[in-house]
Nanobody, 126 residues
């Protein structure tokens, strides 16, 4: 069983930055992928960024060049550095992990991940 705890959400003005952290209860070498999803009110949950074993990454188009996902295996933690935030980035952000996952190059879905954190709210005002 993998437990994930997110932190780092908050409220910022457009153009600002936030860094989300996700601490896993197991060594991050034990999971093949960790990622961040977000869900805004009335919208489906979408993959924002995912990092796979070997440091392959996926980013949704709307965050490319602004967000960076990284992983610190020594701290069992995944990070999402979010720069140049926009009001449309406002959502609940969830950390996700899975033990076995395959990098396909396609957009990951919620069904690809079996372990989830409780979520952290990110609000960007204009």
């Amino acid at each position: 069983q993998v437990q994930l705890v997110e932190s780092g959400g908050g409220s910022v003005q457009a153009g600002g930055s936030l860094r989300l952290a996700c601490v896993a209860s197991v060594h991050t070498y034990s999971v093949n992928c960790m990622g961040w999803f977000r869900q805004a009110p009335g919208k489906e949950r979408e993959a924002v960024a995912v990092i796979y074993i070997g440091d392959m990454t996926y980013y949704t188009d709307s965050v490319k060049g602004r967000f960076t996902i990284s992983q610190d295996n020594g701290e069992n933690t995944a990070y999402l550095q979010m720069n140049t935030l926009k009001p449309e980035d406002t959502a609940m952000y969830y950390c996700a992990a899975e033990v076995v996952c395959v990098y396909s190059g396609n957009a990951p879905t919620s069904d690809d991940f079996g372990y989830w954190g409780q979520g952290t709210q990110v609000t960007v005002s204009s």
